[in-house]
């Protein structure tokens, strides 16, 4: 599977970005996410597309008594084992997708900014349901389908290259984009809200808490940042498995 994490040049780009440099402090949704955790003290935390391991190293910190961080780029695997080591940490090169998903092992299952690299949000929330212990939680962040319904997932510019508005377009067909991610060509996938939604709850989970990512008010002063209050770019969820999955509604 093609992933551009493992391209030198992508990888190289991605290193500049501030959640790169910076870790947690400096991704923007985590002012918001951060509040979205449950208690992790003794949890057993699985990590899906952990990249650099930030939210590893935060469970670590919050008392997680084990945490798995998977992802499938080399490269990001081995930037995590330098930057967020903790003996309660391990790390494995692995396609989310592929990866076993043992039955009832893990108490808390968070997702960064991975699951729209995915096709099938379906499989994922099997998985994960399985995987999880009766009461677990699934937290994750993924691209908001109003940024990423149309191909490009770009702004329409005036002519002095100043962003007139986002356009959303071709929402009903989910699937794959080719979009441009810091100077190179990226494939993401696009999922419907119900998909997002409605998925979890057909696979058994309850869904706890939704946000869609805004700046905070100290974060106004970054250059551009005033355009995120435009349209959403990314949709977090906390979900957790219910004892018994209902089939109900579509
Ligand atoms: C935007 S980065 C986010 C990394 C990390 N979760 C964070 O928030 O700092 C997306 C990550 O997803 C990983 N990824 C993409 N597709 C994947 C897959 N099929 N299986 C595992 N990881 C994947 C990439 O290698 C990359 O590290």
Redesign the pocket.
Known sequence: ?K?E??NETFFNQ?AQMS?SREGLAG?GEWHQLKEMFPPLAGKKVL??????G??CEYAAEQGAAQILG????ER?IAEAKKRNTNERITYRV????NYEYPEETWDCVI????LH??ESLNNVYRNVYRTLNPGGTFLF?IEHPVFTAREGQDWIYDEKGNPMYWPVDEYFYPGRRHTRFLGCDVEKYHHTLTQILNGLIRNGFEIEWVEEARPSEDMMQIPDMKDEMRRPMMLMVRAKKKEEICHAGR
């Open positions: 599977m992933n994490y493992d991605y959640r991704a990590d899906l597309g952990c990249g650099y930030w939210h998977i992802d499938l780029s990001m692995s396609d989310l997708e997702s960064n900014l991975a690299y995915i962040n």
